[in-house]
Nanobody, 120 residues
Framework: QVQLVESGGGLVQPGGSLRLSCAAS????????MSWYRQAPGKDRELVAD????????NYADSVKGRFTISRDNAKNTVYLQMNSLKPEDTAVYYC?????????????WGQGTQVTVSS
């Protein structure tokens, strides 16, 4: 049974930091690209960051570059999102996603999400 379980969300003041974790099980984590998405109220879900299967390649949305860092530990089947210098506009539900294409077929899995609220 595939599971992606996010944790680490919460309420933080502007300028603060949070570290999100996403623990994976039920699939071969180390061969999947992992991503963090977010969805704010009334807005579409957007890609925040992604990381290749062995962690060498990363990609960030312009809005979070220099503030957020994505990383992964394949031994622990976990992907992280370190979020620094948080802004109110970072408020959203954050989701992790596992993604792989094989033989022209896309395999993707989503977590349930964790709420991040940035407010004073």
């Amino acid at each position: 049974q595939v599971q992606l379980v996010e944790s680490g969300g919460g309420l933080v003041q502007p300028g603060g930091s949070l570290r999100l974790s996403c623990a994976a099980s039920g699939f071969t984590f180390s061969i999947y690209t992992m991503s963090w998405y977010r969805q704010a109220p009334g807005k579409d879900r957007e890609l925040v960051a992604d990381i290749g299967s062995i962690g060498r390649s990363t990609n960030y949305a312009d809005s979070v570059k220099g503030r957020f860092t994505i990383s992964r530990d394949n031994a622990k089947n976990t992907v992280y999102l370190q979020m620094n210098s948080l802004k109110p506009e970072d408020t959203a539900v954050y989701y992790c996603k596992a993604d792989r294409v094989r033989g022209g077929i896309r395999y993707d899995y989503w977590g349930q999400g964790t709420q991040v609220t940035v407010s004073s």
